[in-house]
C-alpha cells in the first residue's frame, strides 16, 4: 500500500455520461498529480494541485476538470466521456513540488462503452 | 526544458540473464533522476532515484542505476533477473515545474523475462 488511495479501482460508462474520479493523498503530502495512461498514449500528465491552488496543467482536455478540497483530496471530473477516454488514470502525491519523486496510487480503469 | 529518452521500448531477456535498461535525458541545469516500475495492472513504484552524492545509486529488487553526467544517462541494470521482474519500466527526470508537471516521464521499457 503507498498510502496513496484512489477510487473507484473500476468504472464502467457509457459514451456522453460524466463520471468523478477521486484520489487522497499520502498523509503530509500537499501535491496532487493526475496522470492519464492509454496504450496509444502512454502516460501523459494531465494537472498538479499544491495546497489546494492549480499548479500546472498538461494535455488535460476541456471536458475535464479537477480540484483539491481543504483536507486535500481530489477529484478529476470527466465529462461527455468518448470511447478515446478510456484508460487509466493515475493520482500521485509528494510533500513538496515533486522534485524528489512522487508516489502513486493504483489507479482508476475507466471504460467507455 | 527537459526530456527523457528511453532507448528501447522492449526487452526480451532469460530468466538469470543480466539486464540494462537504458536512458538518457536533456537538461540545461542539474537535475534529479528516476526510475519507476509498473507491474501489470498497477501503480507506479519509485525503484530508485539519483539526487546527489555517488553516481552509482542502488535501489530495491537488486536493481542499480548509474548516473552519467557526461553521457547525460541513467541506464538502469540487474546482474540477474526473475520472472518477477516482468513489468515495464519508466525512467524520470525532475523538471521543476512548467506544462509537463514536476516529473518528466520517458515512454517505458517493456521488460519481459523468459524461463
Known amino acids: 500500500d503507498s498510502g496513496v488511495t484512489q477510487t473507484p479501482k473500476h468504472l464502467i460508462t457509457a459514451t456522453g455520461q460524466r463520471v468523478t474520479l477521486r484520489c487522497s493523498p499520502r498523509s503530509g503530502d500537499l501535491s496532487v498529480y493526475w496522470y492519464q495512461q492509454s496504450l496509444d498514449q502512454g502516460l501523459q500528465f494531465l494537472i498538479q494541485y499544491y ?6 496543467k498538461g494535455n488535460i482536455l476541456e471536458r475535464f476538470s479537477a480540484q483539491q478540497f481543504p483536507d486535500l483530496h481530489s477529484e478529476l471530473n470527466l ?11 493515475f ?3 509528494s510533500v513538496d513540488q515533486g522534485t524528489y519523486g512522487y508516489t502513486f496510487g493504483s489507479g482508476t480503469r475507466l471504460t467507455v462503452v | 526544458a527537459q526530456s527523457v529518452t528511453q532507448l528501447d521500448s522492449q526487452v526480451p531477456v532469460f530468466e538469470e540473464a543480466p539486464v540494462e535498461l537504458r536512458c538518457n535525458y536533456s537538461s540545461s541545469v542539474s537535475v534529479y533522476l528516476f526510475w519507476y516500475v509498473q507491474y501489470p495492472n498497477q501503480g507506479l513504484q519509485l525503484l530508485l532515484k ?5 553516481t552509482l545509486v542502488k535501489g530495491i ?12 544517462s ?9 520472472i518477477s521482474d516482468t513489468a515495464e519500466y519508466f525512467c524520470a ?3 521543476y515545474g512548467g506544462s509537463q508537471g514536476n516529473l518528466i516521464f520517458g515512454k517505458g521499457t517493456k521488460l519481459s523475462v523468459k524461463p
Do not use: W
Open chain 1, 51 to 56: 495546497n489546494g491552488e492549480e499548479r500546472a
Open chain 1, 79 to 89: 465529462s461527455s466521456l468518448e470511447l478515446g477516454d478510456s484508460a487509466l488514470y
Open chain 2, 93 to 95: 527526470v525532475s523538471a
Open chain 2, 50 to 54: 539519483y539526487l546527489s552524492g555517488s
Open chain 2, 61 to 72: 529488487n537488486g536493481f542499480e542505476a548509474e548516473f552519467n553526467k557526461s553521457q547525460t
Open chain 1, 91 to 93: 493520482c500521485a502525491s
Open chain 2, 74 to 82: 541513467f541506464h538502469l541494470r540487474k546482474p540477474s533477473v526473475h
